[in-house]
Nanobody
Framework: QVQLVESGGGLVQSGGSLRLSCAASGETLDYYAIGWFRQAPGKEREGVSWISSRDGSTYYEDSVEDRFTISRDKAKNTVYLQMNSLKPEDTAVYYC??????????????????????????WGQGTQVTVSS
C-alpha cells in the first residue's frame, strides 16, 4: 500500500506561487500514476493535473494549463505541483492521489485521459491553498 502526505499549501496573494509536495511511503511511486485534485467549499472535487507512471506524460485541466506544472522526483519518491500566477479561484483543498499502473493501462486503452477521482486507489489528507485578491 501507498501512504501519501501533501504539504506546501498556505496563504498567498493573487499572482503569487506555491509548490505543493506529495510525499509517498510504503512503496515506490514509480508504478503509479499520480493525480492532483482540488475541492473548494460547496463544489465538487475536480481534477487539476496528473502524471503518467509509464512515460512521464503530463495532463492539465484547461484553467491551469499555462500556470501549473506537475513533476516527479523518483529519488525522493515525491510528486510536486508547481503553481504560478495564482488566482483567487484557485483557492481549495488540494489532494494528491495514486492509481496503480494497471489502472493507467486501461485509461489509455479506452482513450480516457482525464480519469475521475474514483479511479484512484490511494489519497492523501489534503493541503489548504488560499489565494487572496
Amino acid at each position: 500500500q501507498v501512504q501519501l502526505v501533501e504539504s506546501g499549501g498556505g496563504l498567498v496573494q493573487s499572482g503569487g506561487s506555491l509548490r505543493l509536495s506529495c510525499a509517498a511511503s510504503g512503496e515506490t511511486l514509480d508504478y503509479y500514476a499520480i493525480g492532483w485534485f482540488r475541492q473548494a467549499p460547496g463544489k465538487e472535487r475536480e481534477g487539476v493535473s496528473w502524471i503518467s507512471s509509464r512515460d512521464g506524460s503530463t495532463y492539465y485541466e484547461d484553467s491551469v494549463e499555462d500556470r501549473f506544472t506537475i513533476s516527479r522526483d523518483k529519488a525522493k519518491n515525491t510528486v510536486y505541483l508547481q503553481m504560478n500566477s495564482l488566482k483567487p479561484e484557485d483557492t481549495a483543498v488540494y489532494y494528491c492521489a495514486a492509481a496503480h499502473d494497471s489502472k493507467e493501462t486501461r485509461w489509455h486503452l479506452w482513450g480516457y485521459y482525464w480519469p475521475r477521482s474514483n479511479e484512484y486507489d490511494y489519497w492523501g489528507q489534503g493541503t489548504q491553498v488560499t489565494v487572496s485578491s
